[in-house]
Every structure is written in structure tokens, then in C-alpha cells.
């Protein structure tokens, strides 16, 4: 997370300013609804704070804010079997979508970083095997 800005928007009786955390929240609640996506990729802080309990909403995600602009860089784990850069395109679209409708910036860059495949797992049927083997 970046900068805050100076003055977002002046009004008669004040100045509106929005974090970077919210916009980054934004961000990756629009990244976390796109179908393939199975999880974002943060750092170790991110991993801190959900072990603590708490659910990073915004783990994966930077942003960087300007007086009338943003630009976003999501980092996610794609799902086994999709389409990555139909992935990549959607969460582009919703990311941006969601930023200019919730906050009025205009959204300059999405960049969508791929870190990791996710394969589901079946059920480990041999684990109960090994256990009933020896008697």
C-alpha cells in the first residue's frame, strides 16, 4: 500500500480521503468472486493475520492511489483447469469495475500476477488403509 491522498475531494465543509487498506479491500473482494480463483497469494504479514484468526481481505493485493487515479497489482492462485488468462481479463474487468463504482477514482492499471495452480485433492482413502494394515 502506497499513498493516501492529499485531498481527494474538497466539499464545503471538509476533505473525503480514502485509505489505500479500502481500496486494496475493494480489490481483492472483486478478485476473491471471479469463478477459477482459488485463493490469494500474500506475504508473510498476510499470513500472520490469519493465523491470528482474522481474515486478510486484502492479502495479495497492492495498491498505489493518487489524487484522482489507482492502479492495482492482485496476486492470486488459479485453480486447476481454468483458463488463465480468461481468469486474468474477468478479474481485471471486476476489479476495476468495483473501484470506480465504490470510490470515483479512475482506475489506470490492473495487473494480475499468477503465483501458484491450486489441484483439488480427493479424500485420502489410503491414509484409513494404512491404519487398518497393521493389527
Do not use: C, W
Not at 51 to 74: M, P, T, Y
Not at 119 to 130: G, M, S, W
Amino acid at each position: 500500500m502506497s499513498t493516501i491522498a492529499a485531498d481527494y475531494e474538497r466539499t464545503d465543509i471538509g476533505t473525503i480521503q480514502i485509505a489505500p487498506e479500502v481500496i486494496a479491500v475493494i480489490a481483492g473482494l472483486a478478485t476473491d468472486e471471479v469463478d477459477g480463483v482459488a485463493g490469494m497469494s500474500g506475504g508473510f504479514a498476510g499470513g500472520i493475520v490469519e493465523l491470528l484468526g482474522r481474515k486478510n481481505l486484502s492479502k495479495g493485493v497492492k495498491v498505489e492511489v493518487g489524487q484522482r487515479e489507482a492502479a492495482i497489482d492482485v496476486s492470486i492462485i488459479v485453480e486447476y483447469g481454468n483458463k488463465i488468462p480468461e481468469i486474468a481479463v474477468e478479474i481485471q474487468r471486476n476489479v476495476k469495475r468495483s473501484i470506480e463504482m465504490m470510490t470515483g477514482l479512475t482506475v489506470v492499471e490492473v495487473n494480475v500476477h499468477i503465483h501458484d495452480v491450486h489441484f483439488k485433492t480427493a479424500d485420502k482413502p489410503e491414509e484409513e488403509e494404512l491404519g487398518n494394515r497393521v493389527k
